[in-house]
C-alpha cells in the first residue's frame, strides 16, 4: 500500500502545524426543526441514545437542512439515517450507501426504505463510491478508518473522498466522524483499536481538495487515553471521538 507511505512520514512534520490551526468550530443552536425530528415518535428507543452521541449537535453541525440531499456512508441500525430522512422531508432525499464488504452488518440499513419513502438503499464496491445525484451532505461516522483495511480491499481512503468531492454540490460538507488514536499514529491503530489518527485523516481529506471548516467537540472525551480497543468495556460507547467539518469549494 505505497499510498500510506508519503502521508504517514509527513505526519512528523505536519501533525504540530495542524494542531495548532484546527480550530474547534463554535456549536451552532439548536433549531426548531431539528428537535421537531429528534421528538418523531417512529425513532422509537434510539431516543435513549440521543444525549450520549449528541445527535442533536451534530445535526446542528452538518448544516443539513429541509430540501437537502444526503448520503450517510454505512448507516448500520439507520440511528442517524432516520433523522436525516426527518429532516430533509419529503422534498429532500437520502441515500444509504453500503460498501459491500460491509453489507453483512447492514441488515437493518436495507430494510429502511420500506418504513421511510425519502431514502435509497446504494449497494456499491467500497471503492467506487457514487450517487444518483448531486448531494448537499455526505456523512460517515466510525466507518472511516476501516477504508486501508484488507477487507475493504483495501481501498485508498484518497478513491474515497474523491469521489465523496465528486458527488457534492458546489459549498456541499462532508462530516467525518471517528474514534481518535494516539497523535502521530497514523493509520497504526486501524486495524487493532479500530482507531485512526485524526491529523492524517485532515490531510487526507484536504488532499482531495477539500477546505476544513473545523471540529466540534461534543464527542471528545480526554479520559480515554486511546489506548484500548474501542470495543473494551472500559471505553466502549466513550470513545475520543473527533468530528471534522470540510466543504468543497463554492467555486
Known amino acids: 500500500m505505497k499510498w500510506i507511505v508519503p502521508l504517514a512520514a509527513s505526519l512528523v512534520f505536519a501533525g504540530a502545524a495542524i494542531a495548532q490551526d484546527a ?6 443552536a439548536i433549531p426548531g426543526y431539528i428537535t421537531a425530528s429528534l421528538a418523531a415518535p417512529s425513532r422509537g428507543d434510539d431516543v435513549y441514545e440521543d444525549s450520549r452521541r449528541e445527535i442533536a449537535n451534530i445535526m446542528a453541525f452538518s448544516e443539513v437542512k429541509a430540501g437537502d440531499t444526503v448520503l450517510e456512508l454505512v448507516p448500520g ?3 442517524w439515517s432516520k433523522v436525516f430522512s426527518s429532516i430533509v422531508g419529503p422534498m429532500g432525499k437520502v441515500y444509504l450507501a453500503v ?4 453489507e453483512k452488518y447492514s441488515e437493518a440499513t ?15 464496491p467500497a471503492d467506487a463510491l457514487s450517487a444518483p445525484t448531486p448531494v448537499d451532505v455526505v456523512f460517515t ?6 477504508y ?4 475493504m480491499g483495501p481501498t485508498d481512503p484518497a478513491v474515497l473522498n474523491k469521489a465523496v468531492f465528486d458527488m457534492l454540490n458546489p459549498g456541499g460538507v462532508y462530516i467525518v466522524i471517528d474514534h481518535a488514536a494516539q497523535d502521530g499514529s ?3 491503530d486501524a486495524d487493532g483499536l479500530h482507531r485512526i489518527d485524526p491529523v492524517l485523516v485532515r490531510q487526507q481529506v484536504e488532499a482531495a481538495g ?3 471548516v473545523g471540529e466540534s467537540e461534543v464527542l471528545r472525551n480526554p479520559v480515554d487515553d486511546r489506548t484500548l480497543s474501542v470495543f473494551n468495556d472500559e471505553i466502549r460507547g466513550y470513545t475520543d471521538q473527533f468530528i471534522y467539518k470540510f466543504r468543497k469549494p463554492a467555486q
Open 23 to 28: 480550530p474547534a468550530a463554535s456549536q451552532p
Open 77 to 79: 441500525s439507520g440511528y
Open 99 to 102: 460498501p459491500t464488504p460491509m
Open 110 to 124: 436495507k430494510s429502511l426504505p420500506a418504513t421511510l419513502s425519502n431514502t435509497e438503499l446504494l449497494m456499491q
Open 141 to 146: 461516522s466510525q466507518n472511516y478508518h476501516d
Open 148 to 151: 486501508p483495511l484488507a477487507f
Open 186 to 188: 497514523g493509520l497504526r
Open 210 to 212: 477539500f477546505e476544513f
